[in-house]
């Protein structure tokens, strides 16, 4: 879940083509595990942090069985504000949890998906994740407050 360390005096690989380049989002990296109905996201340390984001219950809709990875933002006028997020990230009480996601809901934006259906998808090429992960219809599940990465 971690990005690998570069040099940054290398600069960008040299055939360009050959890579997919993802936005900083400024969130809070997590895997959000669908299974039988049920949502449970999790931080890059292994902490449940489902109860943080009540606004993101409804990915449990998405796939009866699925594993992203993901990060989950809170924008502020359309521009992700790490600071707006981080009044969240460690909130466990369910009731400030809900009034914080009326005041600033939160985004996921899925980059992959790690397991679908049961089956895990890790081996496989980033092209043939990335063809699962836009083949999830979060508008067909009636999903807000999710996205896809660009």
């Known amino acids: ?5 570069v040099d940054p005096h ?12 993802e936005v900083k989002w400024d969130g809070m990296r997590v895997l959000a595990d669908v299974h039988e109905g049920r ?3 999790t931080s890059r340390l292994g902490n449940d ?5 009540p606004e993101l219950a409804g990915l449990a809709g998405l796939h009866p069985d699925v594993l992203l990875d993901g990060e989950v933002v809170v924008l502020r006028r359309g521009v992700p504000s790490f600071w707006a997020l981080a009044e969240r990230m460690h909130v466990r009480d369910a009731r400030r949890a ?3 996601a ?3 809901p939160a985004t996921f934006v899925a980059f992959d998906v790690l397991r679908l259906d049961g089956t895990d998808l890790t081996k496989r ?5 990335r063809e699962a992960l836009e083949g999830l219809d979060g508008a067909a599940a009636g999903l807000r407050g999710w996205q896809l990465s660009p």
């Open 10 to 21: 290398a600069g960008l690989p040299a055939d360009g083509d050959a890579w997919a380049f």
């Open 125 to 129: 090429s980033w092209t043939q994740r």
């Open 98 to 100: 809900a009034a914080l």
């Open 39 to 41: 949502l449970r996201l």
């Open 49 to 53: 942090v489902t109860a943080a984001w």
């Open 1 to 5: 879940m971690l990005a690998a360390p």
């Open 102 to 104: 009326a005041a600033s």
